[in-house]
């Protein structure tokens, strides 16, 4: 019987508490492959958005490449661009999210291949699922790591 999401008590066929481990476990990979992306993009969106904002202020304002009276209003633009992006990813930790969300990817992975068996630990699977998910969390949001009550 289940009793809230992800807590399953009561007497039970063990391979039904595998069988819906799998489903927690296939779910928490397709969130984990989503945020992964997300991470990815905003990260090096801000990674490499910067030296080319830069760069292109730079060539714009020596080319003449856009008509002198917007040049200088573009090439103040880009180069506040260059310089918000840059802030972003330093101080938004950008780098240390992206990180975490590869790596709670690859940790959801590896548990998918364990459930597989028949004889896998799905009582000791689950904890270490909700783990990953409270680590994961703990990163982005930059708290302190808590246990979870049993």
């Known amino acids: ?17 595998l069988n819906l481990l ?30 080319f904002c830069s760069g292109f202020a730079a060539i714009f304002s020596k080319l003449g490449l856009i008509d002198k009276l917007y040049r200088e209003d573009v090439v ?9 992006l840059t802030a972003i990813t330093i101080s938004g930790g950008l780098a240390d999210r992206w990180r975490a969300a590869k ?29 990953i998910e409270d680590e994961y969390t703990n990163t982005i949001t930059k708290n302190p790591p808590t246990r979870r009550s049993p």
């Open 1 to 17: 019987m289940q009793t809230s999401v992800g807590d399953i008590r009561g007497p039970g066929d063990p391979g039904d508490d």
């Open 22 to 51: 799998r489903t927690e476990i296939a779910e928490a990979q397709k969130r984990f492959r989503q945020r992964t992306i997300r991470w990815n993009s905003y990260y090096y969106t801000a990674l490499y958005g910067a030296p």
């Open 103 to 131: 790596i709670s990817r690859t940790d959801v992975e590896q548990l998918a291949k364990e459930a597989q068996y028949s004889d896998a630990d799905w009582k000791a699977m689950r904890t270490r699922l909700h783990e």
């Open 76 to 84: 103040a633009i880009l180069a506040g661009l260059a310089t918000i």
